[in-house]
């Protein structure tokens, strides 16, 4: 979305020119005697070195040109686009080279961010539905995994990298918990995920994280600079069953302590995100004590990890008012997923498989498995009317995208199903391939819940 910046310029028609008005708007004037000409451009000197005298005055700061009117313009261009209908907001996307994302995005990175996020932001859905377009696993295309904790991303990172029919198998080490996910016909990656490359950008690496470090890791990790296209995908899942999981597993050990939150060339630091427990987790605490302490980044996870947080000063939260912040933070989340190449919710498993397969044109050799009834959904059932008012205030912001993403998944499933001339038999038929039947049984929900590990 343009910023809102006037052109200076000025039109000579005959005898006459154009004035620019306050308004922006031009109005065309006769010429004016030369003496007049000459008040008029001594005026303007005057006014641009006063300008610049009382600008060096007020911002002693070399950047602050960088940040603080950079952040009003990219805040008002993200809350404007916060206010797009759901089809136009889906319809800003990338160009098909993959060297930015578009619309506000790009311009906000060029404005605050480091200048590879921009390069790095990956190709649109948009992009990928053109007819020309074929995910080219033995050219220079990656796929990115966004994983959010408690979203079903553990399972289904274990079938990206077992479960799909590819030329050429990804090859899993079990020991390791680790795969090589090759291209066809050299030893590149195709995939960027926690079991194919590890967490190469921190553990649980979000969007400002993994738009500023991937190109810079698969370079390190081939050793030879490569143009790629890069292709982000992600799951979300309803926030108040997502936000119960992660209590859940936080009370039985987990901590994530290895995540870096890392933002514009550096790590949080402890006053921007004061531990909310001592000593080496915080196990067995109560749901109040979990939903009591304000650095607690389980609350609205999912907006915060699809955000740009270079936008809203990365984990300094006095750099803009609350309220703004957190507009700014969700505009800038729905405008990244809605420019993602894929995204799938844990609780439309079979509807995500197609649009994932039909998206990428690649096939996966077992079928997503639906269990609606989770430990966390049961827990949900059994909060207390306050603590459930807590958790949704706690967790309004994902509340907000999930329902944006929910409309727009119905959307791109309904917009492939029209071009599918045999959508019945492939939606009946999904993860049936008679040379590589049952491989795995596809179990999404299962995994949600499980294991004690800090990276899950």
Known sequence: MPMDMHKNV???VDSDFALLLPSGVYEIKKMEPR?????????????????????????????????KRAVILQSSD????????????????????????????????KASAPQNIIANAGLSYEDVLNDDFQFDMDGHDVMVFLH?????????????????????????????????????????????????????????????????????????NEGETAKRRYFYISLLREPISRYMSEYRHVRRGAT?????????????TAAELPPCYKGKDWLDVDLDQFAGCESNLAANRQTRMLADLALVGCYNKSSMPAHERDRVMLASAKRNLAAMAYFGLTEYQKMSQYIFEE?????????????????????????????????????????ELYAFAKTLLFQRFEHLKAKDANFEQRYANLGNIFYKQGVTEFNWDSNVDDGLSTDH
């Open 148 to 220: 959010i904790q408690k979203t079903g991303g553990t399972s289904f990172g274990r079938h990206l990298v077992r479960d799909l029919d590819l030329k050429r198998p990804c090859e899993c080490q079990r020991q390791r918990k680790r795969c090589y996910c090759f291209r066809p016909h050299r030893n590149e990656n195709w995939l960027f995920s926690r079991y194919s490359t590890g967490w190469k950008c921190g553990l649980h690496a979000d969007w400002t994280e993994l738009t500023s470090c991937v190109d810079v890791e698969l370079d390190k």
């Open 35 to 67: 003496s007049k000409i000459r008040t008029i451009i001594v005026f303007c000197l005057f006014l641009a070195i006063a300008g610049i005298i009382g600008f060096g005055y007020f911002c002693q700061d070399q950047v602050c040109a960088l940040s």
């Open 78 to 109: 993200m809350l404007a686009y916060n206010e797009l209908p759901l089809h136009q907001a889906n319809g800003i996307n990338g160009n098909s080279n993959g060297n930015s994302v578009g619309g506000i995005t790009a311009m906000a990175s």
């Open 256 to 268: 994530w302590k290895g995540s870096r939150h890392w933002c514009l060339g550096r790590q949080a």
């Open 359 to 399: 998206t990428f044109n690649l096939r996966f050799a077992i079928p997503f498995e639906q269990h609606n009834a989770t430990i966390s959904a049961a827990a949900v059932q059994n909060l207390r009317p306050d603590q459930r008012r807590r958790i949704e205030k706690l967790n309004s912001l994902d509340i």
């Open 10 to 12: 000025s039109v000579q």
